[in-house]
Nanobody
């Protein structure tokens, strides 16, 4: 059984930082590109960041580029999202997602993801 478990979400003030983590079990982690998405009530799910199976390539949405950093530790089957200079508009539930991909092309489409976590809530106060 595949599990993706996110952690690290909490209430933080604008301008602050948070580090989200996602641990994967049940599959060979290093065969999967890992991704972060976010969603707020009433809005569509939004792509945030992606990282290739080996960590060699990353991709970010324009809204977080330069502020967020995605990384992975294949020895610990974990992906992280370092979020800096947080803004109130970053408030959302953040989801970790995995898609089988040992290539170099990253996807930002939720429909391409095979596995999802249940999310962790990030709230940024102004």
């Amino acid at each position: 059984q595949v599990q993706l478990v996110e952690s690290g979400g909490e209430l933080v003030q604008a301008g602050g930082s948070l580090r989200l983590s996602c641990a994967m079990s049940g599959r060979t982690f290093r065969l999967y590109a890992m991704n972060w998405f976010r969603q707020t009530p009433g809005k569509e799910r939004e792509f945030v960041a992606a990282i290739s199976w080996d960590g060699g390539r990353t991709a970010y949405s324009n809204s977080v580029k330069g502020r967020f950093i995605i990384s992975r530790d294949n020895a610990k089957d974990t992906v992280h999202l370092q979020m800096n200079s947080l803004k109130p508009e970053d408030t959302a539930r953040y989801y970790c997602a995995a898609n089988y991909n040992t290539g170099t092309t990253l996807s930002s489409l939720g429909s391409n993801m095979e596995y999802w976590g249940k999310g962790t809530l990030v709230t940024v106060s102004s």
